[in-house]
């Protein structure tokens, strides 16, 4: 599939049933596989016949699936998690081991900023935050000899930054170390980070790729292009035999296109088991059939709304990297020609009293912790995922409590606009 464009691998990629088989792919809703020899069985367990055992390390349906995504990243290999949040872990988990070192971008999902400032930590890993408008020369500085990987998102969630990601791969580059990009906004229809340097990249599949609010689930792409061998000394994870696996050397068997993700596999998703299901997985390649379609009404939407805030009075500023005069717009020019996604947040005039009135006069845009989702949802974080903090410790955060982050549906915009020109006009 890989000679094909991007909507034709959107639709046809990961699965080409042979002659009788079922058209749409499978739910193989089974946890076993049967054989008839336990040597037949026992060559899947030394990983020197491809097959399926157990559904906890792999399954027919999740892997169709995952090679989808694959291709459409321009991968090597893919796997599916239950969630982004295990996607991004698995990610640094498979690299790090106790006293290692992350330097990531600070602006980044607050689930990520947790999983690497809080729970990582309590692994013995630490980390470095730096701005993603830092110059080469800082981001250099970051740097420790322990360091193993970099970490970034396309466009950050909430806080709409975009990555320099040449900027990032050449510093981590420069160190011997991955750079990992969470690409879940943008998604591989509007950037495919691995064309810029990115080394593996990570998916909150819950958003636009399944698109519809459907199904929790994450996903992982290894571009195939880090030579862990010849940084062998940072990554015995990857380059020394692993014990509990029948002493096998995953870079040295499965060589830079298969190491990172076999041994995420094989060992993490063995001892973690955050699998996705298959039927989550089935609902996710139907998303994913249609993302190209879906993205560019995205991206459509959320410039509309983004222009249309912009000129009116009660809005403060309208933060969307799309908009000319946005700190990002030439960056996000550069990686994402075609626009980035349908988030866009603005700061109400009238702070917490405005914000409230506003979001109860909203009709079509439901008041939801998501986004990226077919229908338009509106969030004010003051008076909900923020709401334990003070007025101070909001403008502290970057998120004042006037602040409202909109993300645009699949809705008309003329009707988006009216509900939000009405809602306004209440305040
Ligand atoms: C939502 C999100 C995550 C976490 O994904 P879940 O599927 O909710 O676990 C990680 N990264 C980004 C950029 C996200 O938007």
Redesign the pocket.
């Given at each position: 599939m890989s000679e094909y464009r991007m909507n034709t691998k959107c639709v046809q990629a990961g699965y080409t049933p042979g002659n009788g088989e079922p058209r749409q792919i499978p739910i193989v809703q089974s946890t076993t596989f049967k054989y008839a020899t336990s040597e037949d069985m026992g060559k899947l367990f030394d990983l020197e016949a491809e097959g399926y055992f157990y559904t906890r390390l792999q399954n027919p349906t999740n892997d169709h699936v995952a090679a989808k995504i694959a291709e459409l990243e321009g991968g090597t290999a893919g796997m599916l998690t239950s969630?982004?949040?295990?996607?991004?872990f698995f990610t640094l988990f498979n690299i790090c081991e106790c006293g290692s070192h992350i330097v990531a971008s600070s602006s980044?999902?607050g689930?990520?900023f947790n999983l690497i400032s809080v729970t990582m930590a309590k692994m013995g890993i630490t980390v470095t935050f730096v701005s993603p408008d830092c110059s080469e020369e800082e981001l250099n500085a970051a740097f420790q000899e322990n360091t193993k990987v970099v970490f970034g998102?396309t466009i950050?969630?909430p806080a709409l930054t975009v990555l320099d990601i040449e900027k990032f791969a050449r510093a981590a580059h420069a160190h011997g170390v991955p750079l990992v990009v969470?690409n879940?906004?943008p998604t591989p229809v509007n950037c495919r980070p691995i064309e810029w340097g990115a080394d593996i990249v990570?998916?909150?599949?819950?958003?636009y790729m399944d698109g519809h609010g459907a199904a929790?689930?994450?996903a992982i792409v290894d571009s195939g292009k880090f030579d862990w061998m010849a940084h062998a000394d940072k990554y015995p994870g990857l380059c020394t035999p692993d014990e509990s696996y029948h002493g096998i050397t995953y870079a040295e068997k499965f060589g830079k296109e298969g190491a990172f993700i076999t041994k995420c596999t094989a060992q993490l998703m063995r001892d973690f088991g955050s699998i996705q299901s298959p039927q989550n997985a089935f609902l996710l390649n139907l998303g994913l059939e249609s993302l190209h379609v879906r993205m560019p009404r995205h991206v459509e939407n959320g410039q509309a709304v983004a222009e249309f805030l912009q000129k009116q009075p009660q809005v403060k500023y309208v933060n969307y990297p799309g908009l000319p005069g946005n700190p990002y717009y030439e960056v996000a020019q550069k990686y994402m020609p075609n626009g980035g996604c349908g988030v866009v947040s603005f700061e109400l005039e009238g702070g917490r009293t405005a914000a409230e009135k506003f979001m109860k006069e909203l009709k079509l845009a439901a008041i939801e912790t998501h986004?990226?989702d077919a229908r338009t949802c509106c969030l004010n974080p003051a008076t909900s995922t923020h709401r334990q903090m003070t007025e101070e410790q909001l403008i502290a955060a970057g998120v004042p409590s006037g602040l409202i982050r909109v993300s645009c549906g699949l809705e008309d915009k003329e009707d988006l606009i009216a509900d939000l020109a009405q809602a306004l006009a209440a305040i």
């Open positions: 969630s982004g949040q295990a996607a991004n980044i999902y689930g990520t998102e950050a969630n969470d879940t906004f990570t998916h909150s599949t819950t958003k929790v689930g994450g986004v990226a």
